[in-house]
């Protein structure tokens, strides 16, 4: 599978979705926290408390990172109005898949530049349906 989406996302979401995947693969806490605002918030889990704040988001998700070169995404926008996007995705790891949805709130500056308010990272392991 290829890091490509489908459906027809404005160009800042496709620009923060591509910039998505170059920090998930680089783990680089610069990229990571280029991708939210100040005063963000990440959720991981229906019933977690989310990610708060750049830093926090940058060590909730070094905490969890991936390896370099461990997977695979596609998407497929469903929703994209006003600044929302929800987004259907799949991850591919050697042994495992997921089905991912994702709700992004974006705010774009001058420069056409998205960065989330709100991000919502949901994964269901396609092996384990309920």
């Known amino acids: 599978m290829t890091d490509t989406p489908t ?12 910039a998505y995947r ?19 918030v ?32 596609t998407w497929n926008l469903l929703v994209e109005n006003d600044g929302l ?9 050697t042994t495992v898949r997921y089905s991912n949805l994702w709700v992004i709130r974006l705010v774009v500056d001058d420069n056409g530049v998205g960065r989330a308010t709100e991000f919502t990272e949901w994964w269901m392991d396609q092996s384990k349906p309920s």
């Open 7 to 18: 459906g027809a996302p404005t160009d800042a979401l496709t620009n923060w979705m591509t």
């Open 22 to 40: 170059s920090a998930w693969e680089s783990n680089d806490p610069s990229d990571i926290g280029a991708l939210f605002t100040d005063g963000a």
């Open 42 to 73: 990440y959720f991981n889990e229906p019933f977690t408390e989310p990610a708060r704040d750049r830093d926090e988001i940058v060590a909730n998700w070094l905490e969890r990172r991936d390896a370099p070169g461990t997977t695979s995404f």
């Open 85 to 93: 996007a929800v987004v259907q995705g799949e991850t591919n790891y």
